[in-house]
């Protein structure tokens, strides 16, 4: 006999309960929930994580912090969580290279992605528009529409630079005029970072209509000697934020603690419609303890880097076309049917990322050892 879990369809009390449950609203309607495949493979390079996990040594004071934040679990946190947004402000004037900013200007978050959407909420909404360049962050057209901001993008250069130009975001502003204009340096999933004459450009163009100009800089301590951060051009446009995440450099994906710098009346518009105590406690502790071991959790970056140049020049060297990157990936092209490579790949226990343009992979660099597996999986599923 058919059992009821095996054909509901079969059973009408099963049939009633299916056809009287609440819809959701029409524009989710086969909307599909974001995530990366996670499958269980020895070699994991497709988003974009550090592969250097905390030590021993920081792990226990991870632990400890938590410890000791666990013992006043009973009470609500720090609403404003006051120390770690000295902390970051602390950190950011020694990587960027800035005069340290107030805490009334630095704001956190459960990750860059509560950061943009909290933005987002701040100053988009019904009738108000956000621009962005494609290819981009496969989440920002998601932040417009669970905040009723219609989503439209221009086109970045051309591959492999993918580049964009003064010229290009400000014909963009100047088409659409939008409420909001989000850029990234490095750019996922290109990699590609900006200059300072392009940010500047799309603050300028923006400032008559007091729109909002958002620099993603989720990757931004692996770019290149010499790239420098918005952050330097920050106090020339008070209607500019910069936007940052724990989860790369620092080594902490699995914390979520994003955070953003901008003019206080921005961060006070973010704190209007931020969710009651949403910043852990426990958050808090873990976060605030990384970043008093910022040396070593920043350590492997300059080997990353380096690794990623090598891969890049072996992609290169293979005839791949590799679009130059700032960022801990590279995006490069197959040359023949994606999935199939892909698919390749996967078979030889190394998972990647089918995104950006077609024809495109996109590899995280991982430990030396897992960038050797990659480029031998490569050279068996992709032979030239």
Do not use: C
């Not at 009408?12 to 819809?23: G, K, M």
């Not at 632990?63 to 404003?80: K, M």
């Not at 300028?204 to 909002?212: I, Q, S």
């Not at 603690?257 to 969710?275: M, N």
């Amino acid at each position: 006999m058919v059992g009821m879990s095996e054909n509901p369809a079969a059973t009408p009390a099963a049939t009633a309960a299916e056809t009287s449950l609440p819809a959701p609203r029409a524009d989710l309607a086969g909307a599909e929930p974001y995530g990366a495949p996670q499958l269980p493979v020895t070699h994991a390079l497709n988003v974009n994580e550090n592969p250097f996990g905390p030590s021993a040594a920081l792990a226990d004071d991870i632990a400890a912090a938590v410890r000791e934040a666990a013992l006043g679990l009973n009470r609500y946190p720090d609403r404003e969580a006051l120390a770690l947004r000295e902390d970051l402000a602390s950190y950011l004037a020694h990587e960027a290279g800035i005069v340290q900013p107030p805490v009334e200007s630095v704001w956190a978050a459960n990750g860059s992605n509560e950061i943009m959407h909290q933005l987002m909420l701040a100053y988009g909404g019904p009738g108000r528009t956000a621009l962005g360049f494609t290819p981009h962050y496969s989440m920002y057209p998601e932040y417009a529409r669970d905040t009723f901001t219609t989503w439209v993008t221009a086109s970045r250069g051309p591959a492999p630079d993918f580049a964009l130009t003064p010229e290009t975001v400000t014909a963009a502003i100047s088409e659409h005029r939008p409420d909001i204009v989000v850029l990234t340096s490095p750019n996922n999933p290109t990699g590609t970072a900006l200059d300072l004459d392009t940010v500047r450009a799309a603050a300028l163009a923006l400032a008559p209509t007091r729109g909002l100009l958002v620099v993603d800089e989720a990757y931004s301590e692996f770019r290149r000697d010499g790239v420098p951060s918005a952050l330097t051009v920050l106090g020339e446009h008070p209607g500019m934020v910069v936007t940052r995440t724990m989860s790369k450099a620092f080594a902490l994906a699995g914390a979520r603690l994003g955070y953003l710098v901008a003019h206080r009346a921005i961060v006070d518009a973010v704190r209007v419609v931020r969710l009651p105590y949403h910043l852990s406690a426990v958050t808090q502790a873990v976060a605030r303890t990384a970043l008093a071991h910022r040396q070593e959790l920043l350590g492997q970056v300059e080997l990353l880097r380096a690794e990623r140049d090598a891969l890049a020049a072996h992609l290169t060297g293979r005839g791949h076309g590799v679009a130059a990157s700032d960022a801990n990936f590279i995006l490069f092209r197959t040359f023949q049917d994606r999935s199939a490579v892909f698919e390749g790949l996967l078979a030889r226990d190394v998972l990647v990322r089918a995104v950006g343009p077609e024809g495109w992979l996109r590899v995280s660099i991982g430990t030396p050892e897992d960038n050797a597996a990659f480029r031998t999986a490569l050279e068996e599923a992709d032979p030239r």
